[in-house]
């Protein structure tokens, strides 16, 4: 009698959480919102990019995250600042690709003044990107993702959509308006499969956050070890910077299967700034 002792056929790879899910993340050609971007797409979603750049760079950035992530990848130049432009990237998106799953609200802008100084013009447009934006996309997804009974929203709020921090008012009464949206976007879509949060980073290292230590410390005429820990990670007790990858995957979990039931709440990753 013959006996067998051979190794059992391997089970084939399951397939990625995201796959077939069509993805939309504002502010995405660099630093957090194309971190975003590359893990849904790792997790198998369909991206569309949305942001400024040059537009070489950007079209670079779509055929390497592509071949990266075996997904399609394409960009959208619409102007979060314009209506009609934002519910026109949703309609194209919807041609190209079907309906949106996935919609994470990332692009914004910011402007550092006290109050009686604060340009008007400044203000006029971080309310517009910051806040304004997620409104607009949101009511455009909306609809087919009712329809479907499915979806995923998430809003990059901010620290400073829990706390405030005196010369930011914009970008803190904009980011407190972010949170408050995201929770009445939850109420009224509670029943419909579909869920809305808010992550709240505080700094997060990027090429932006880098170049601007840099400035700091030739400014004031320190070492950059000592403006990153005097200035930017002051108010963190982890005296850390968030990393692009810790809020890439706060999203993408908040958008997977097991995130099914979060929904309405804010998410702090700032090393604990809003815990005191």
């Known amino acids: 009698m013959e006996t067998a002792n051979a190794s059992p056929t391997p089970a084939p790879p399951s397939a ?3 796959d077939g ?3 939309i993340v504002t502010g995405s ?3 957090i919102g194309l971190g975003i971007a590359s893990g849904l797409a790792e997790a198998g979603a369909t991206i569309v990019l949305n942001g400024f750049g040059d537009a070489a760079e950007i079209q670079t950035l779509c055929h390497e995250l592509a071949a990266r992530h075996d997904v399609a990848v394409r960009y959208d130049d619409a102007n979060m600042t314009d209506p009609a432009a934002i519910a026109a990237m949703v309609e194209r998106t919807e041609r190209l690709f079907g309906p949106v799953d996935i919609l994470v609200n990332n692009a914004g802008i910011q402007h550092v003044a006290p109050i009686e100084e604060f340009p008007l013009e400044k203000w006029d447009a971080i309310m517009a990107i910051n806040l304004s934006a997620v409104f607009h996309t ?5 609809p087919e993702m009712k329809r479907r009974g499915w979806g995923r929203i998430v809003n990059i709020a901010s620290a400073h959509g829990l706390i405030g921090s ?6 803190v009464a904009a980011k407190h308006g972010v949170v408050g949206f995201t929770k009445v976007t ?3 879509t509670a029943e419909n499969g579909i869920t809305c949060n808010a992550v709240c980073p505080g700094y997060v290292w990027t090429p932006l956050v880098e170049k601007q230590v840099a400035q700091q410390a030739a400014a004031h005429g320190l070492p950059e070890d000592e403006v990153v820990q005097k200035v930017f990670l002051h108010d963190q007790p982890n005296r850390k910077f968030a990393t692009v990858a810790e809020i890439a995957g706060t999203v993408t979990f908040l958008c997977g299967p097991a995130a099914g039931s979060i929904t309405g709440t804010s998410i702090s990753v700032d090393g604990g700034w809003t815990a005191h």
Do not use: D, I, M, Q
């Not at 949101?138 to 909306?142: H, K």
């Open 16 to 18: 990625r959480p995201l």
């Open 21 to 23: 899910r069509v993805a």
């Open 29 to 31: 050609t660099s630093g």
């Open 138 to 142: 949101t009511r455009a997804v909306l």
């Open 166 to 171: 005196p010369f930011k008012s914009a970008y």
């Open 186 to 188: 939850a109420l009224e």
